[in-house]
């Protein structure tokens, strides 16, 4: 069954750099918009890259931008988030999403992963 699964969390001090993976399976990345959000404890949940499957065109928030990093491997069928320079304020729940570029197809989330900053 179509599905996305990540890994990667952990525990992290501030200043270091974690990978994310996201697996799809059974979803075309070529016909999605492939994108990383977060849910820190007790706020709401917020994108923080986005990478294109058409173009491989990408964006991010002000917040991670310059720090994270947004790639996709088409063999693998994998988006990665490479997050770099870590502060107790990334602590979060990461997910995975894809979002359908055609209306005959729908939308999917991960389960998550948990990014934790500290010392």
């Known amino acids: 069954q179509a599905q996305l699964v990540e890994s990667g969390g952990g525990l992290v001090q501030p200043g270091g750099s974690l990978r994310l993976s996201c697996v799809a399976s059974?979803?075309?990345?070529?016909?999605?918009?492939m994108m990383w959000y977060r849910q820190p404890p007790g706020k709401e949940r917020e994108m923080v890259a986005r990478?294109?499957?058409?173009?491989?065109?990408?964006m991010y928030a002000d917040s991670v931008k310059g720090r994270f990093t947004i790639s996709s491997d088409s063999g693998k069928n994998t988006v990665y988030l490479q997050m770099s320079s870590l502060q107790p304020e990334d602590t979060a729940v990461y997910y995975c999403?894809?979002?359908?570029?055609?209306?005959?197809?729908?939308?999917?989330w991960g389960q998550g992963t948990q990014v934790t900053v500290s010392s």
């Open positions: 999403r894809a979002a359908p570029y055609s209306s005959d197809l729908r939308a999917y």
């Open positions: 059974e979803i075309m990345l070529s016909r999605y918009s």
């Open positions: 990478i294109s499957g058409h173009t491989g065109n990408t």
